[in-house]
C-alpha cells in the first residue's frame, strides 16, 4: 500500500483511480445542484423534477438558503492554522502510547504525560481570554469493569469558555486523547494514535486557541477525554458532569478518527466529512416515544436537528468541506463518545473522516506484506484535519451566538382542519429578536421551506400538518438562529 502525502489540503481536488466511491461521489454532485446557486444538497430544491410548478406539497415561505459566515465568524475560519494542527498531532503521537492503563507518572511516555501537555497548552490559550476560559482536569477513579482490569484514574481535560448573557446553555466539542494498539489490553506497546485520535484533539484544542479571545452568549467547552477504547469512561464521566450540574446541553460533538481523506483503497475525498446523527432518543419516556412514532417524528430528534444545523452552517462555500450527514448513531462495529452525552439525554452527533483506512487503526506498529500498519502521523491529511476543525467552528460559533431553542413546542390537535397551529415558549437567556417557522414534505431529509412569523409565541401557518414536517426556530437580531424543534401535540 502506497503511503499518503501529508501535508494535502480539502482544496486539493487532484484525480483518483476511477472507483465505485468516485462514481457515487459524482452521482451525488450531480443530485445536489449548483453550489453557486446556494441551494443546500439533499433539499427539495436541489433535486431534479423539483422544479416551479411540480413541488407538492406546496406551502408558503421561503426556500431555505445556507446560512453566510459574518465577519466575526468568516475571521474564526481563516485562524485555523494547518500547522499547528500538524504540530498538536506529532506531539501527541511522541508521547509513544495513549493507552488508559498506561503510566500516569512518567513525563515523557503514556497517557499521563500526554493529559499534561494537553493542559499546559489549554492553559496557554486561557491566558489570552481574560479570565473567561478557564482549564481544569476533573479526575475519577473507575473500578474494575469491561477493559479496566483495575482500579484506573480516569482525567479529562477540559477548556471552558464561559458564555456572557446564556452561560448555562453548553455547547462541546470533544476528542479522545487515549490511544490502543492491535490488543485493547495492550499499554506498553507504542499506540501513536495520530488519526484515532490525535486528530480530533487537535481540532478540539485549535478552536478553544481561536475562541480564548471572543466573546461568547452560552459556554463553549473544548474537551479532550480519556478512556474512550476501553468503553467511553471519560466522556460518561464528562457527561454525568453536566447532568448532575444542570447544565443546559443543547449541542456535543465528538471529533473521532477526522484525521485522513484517503481510504483504504487509495480514494481521496478531501471536501467530505461524515457526521452520524441518531434517530429516536432512547432516553425518551414511552409515552413520548409513541406518540412520536404515530406522528412520523422518528427522523426529528434533536440530534437529527442538530445535525440539519450541521448541514446548514458547514457547507462548502463557508468551509470547503461537504458534511455528509449520515442518519444512524455511529458505523457498524464502532462506538464513539457521543454516545455518552445521548444516553445523559443530551443532543449529540460525530463526526468521522469518509473513508478509513482499518491498516490504521487499532494496529500494532509493524511492516507486514509489504505493507505499514499503524495509527502514525505520516497517514494524517493535516489540511482535512483543519477543514474539519473548520465545520466545527462554523457549527458552534453560531450555535453559541443564537438564542436558545424553543421550549414546549406544541402543534394544536384539538381539531380537524387543513393549516396547522403552532405555539412555543422562549428559551434561557436574552430574548430573540423573532422566530421562524420551518417545514419539509415528510420525504426530505432538510428543511425546504421557511416563513418568519415574528415576534410572537403562536402562528398558524396555511399548510396540513399531515402532509408536512414543521419545526419552529429561535432568530437573534443579529441574524443567528438556533436549531428547529419539533413540535408534538399537547400531553393529555
Not at 236 to 249: I, K, M, N, P, T
Not at 450 to 475: P, Q
Request: aromatic residues 6%.
Amino acid at each position: 500500500m502506497s503511503q499518503q502525502p501529508t501535508g494535502g489540503t480539502p482544496n486539493d481536488d487532484r484525480p483518483t483511480a476511477p472507483n465505485r466511491r468516485n462514481f457515487l461521489l459524482s452521482s451525488a454532485a450531480v443530485t445536489a445542484g449548483a453550489v453557486g446557486t446556494h441551494v443546500l444538497p439533499g433539499t427539495a430544491a436541489a433535486q431534479p423534477g423539483n422544479g416551479a410548478g411540480n413541488d407538492w406539497p406546496d406551502g408558503p415561505g421561503e426556500r431555505v438558503r445556507p446560512h453566510q459566515p459574518d465577519a466575526e465568524l468568516r475571521a474564526i475560519l481563516a485562524e485555523v492554522d494547518e500547522q499547528r494542527i500538524e504540530a498538536i498531532v506529532r506531539k501527541l503521537a511522541s508521547f509513544g502510547t495513549r493507552h488508559t492503563l498506561s503510566a500516569q507518572d512518567d513525563p515523557e511516555r503514556g497517557v499521563g504525560a500526554a493529559r499534561d501537555w494537553i493542559a499546559e497548552e489549554m492553559r496557554r490559550y486561557a491566558e489570552a481570554s481574560g479570565g473567561r476560559m478557564t482549564v481544569t482536569v476533573p479526575s475519577y477513579v473507575q473500578e474494575p469493569a469491561s477493559r479496566i482490569p483495575e482500579p484506573t484514574r480516569i482525567s479529562n481535560v477540559v477548556a471552558t469558555l464561559r458564555g456572557d448573557t446564556d452561560p448555562n446553555r453548553v455547547y462541546v466539542v470533544s476528542g479522545h486523547y487515549d490511544s490502543r494498539a492491535s490488543d485493547p489490553m495492550d499499554a506498553t506497546s507504542d499506540a501513536p494514535g495520530a488519526d484515532d485520535d490525535a486528530s480530533g484533539v487537535a481540532v478540539a484544542m485549535e478552536l478553544a486557541r481561536i475562541t480564548a479571545t471572543r466573546r461568547s452568549q452560552a459556554t463553549l467547552v473544548f474537551a479532550a477525554v480519556a478512556g474512550e477504547e476501553q468503553g467511553l469512561y471519560g466522556a460518561a464521566f464528562l457527561a454525568r458532569q453536566f447532568a448532575e450540574a444542570g447544565s443546559d446541553v443543547q449541542g456535543m460533538f465528538t471529533c473521532d478518527i477526522v484525521g485522513s481523506s484517503t481510504a483504504d483503497d487509495g480514494t481521496r475525498d478531501p471536501r467530505s466529512v461524515r457526521l452520524f446523527a441518531q434517530g429516536p432518543p432512547t432516553t425518551e419516556a414511552p409515552e413520548r416515544a409513541e406518540t412520536r412514532r404515530t406522528i412520523g417524528g422518528d427522523n426529528d430528534s434533536p440530534a437529527r436537528q442538530l445535525g440539519r444545523f450541521v448541514h446548514e452552517n458547514g457547507h462548502r462555500s463557508a468551509t470547503g468541506m461537504d458534511v455528509r450527514v449520515i442518519y444512524r448513531l455511529d458505523r457498524y462495529l464502532r462506538g464513539g463518545d457521543h454516545r455518552a452525552f445521548l444516553e445523559e439525554g443530551f443532543p449529540a452527533a460525530r463526526f468521522t473522516e469518509p473513508n478509513e483506512d482499518y491498516a490504521h487503526q487499532h494496529q500494532d506498529v509493524r511492516e507486514e506484506g509489504g505493507v505499514q500498519y499503524g495509527d502514525l502521523p505520516e497517514f494524517c491529511d493535516f489540511g482535512y484535519i483543519a477543514g474539519v476543525a473548520r465545520v466545527n467552528a462554523a457549527t458552534l460559533w453560531p450555535l453559541a451566538q443564537a438564542p436558545s431553542v424553543p421550549r414546549d413546542v406544541v402543534v394544536d390537535t384539538s381539531g380537524l382542519t387543513n393549516d396547522t397551529t403552532l405555539s412555543w415558549s422562549p428559551g434561557s437567556g436574552t430574548a430573540p429578536e423573532g422566530y421562524e417557522v420551518v417545514w419539509r414534505p415528510t420525504a426530505e431529509p432538510f428543511w425546504t421551506h421557511v416563513i418568519a412569523v415574528g415576534d410572537t409565541t403562536s402562528a398558524t401557518i396555511d399548510l396540513s400538518k399531515d402532509n408536512v414536517i414543521f419545526g419552529v426556530r429561535a432568530v437573534a437580531a443579529s441574524g443567528h438562529r438556533s436549531p428547529a424543534v419539533f413540535p408534538f401535540p399537547p400531553e393529555a
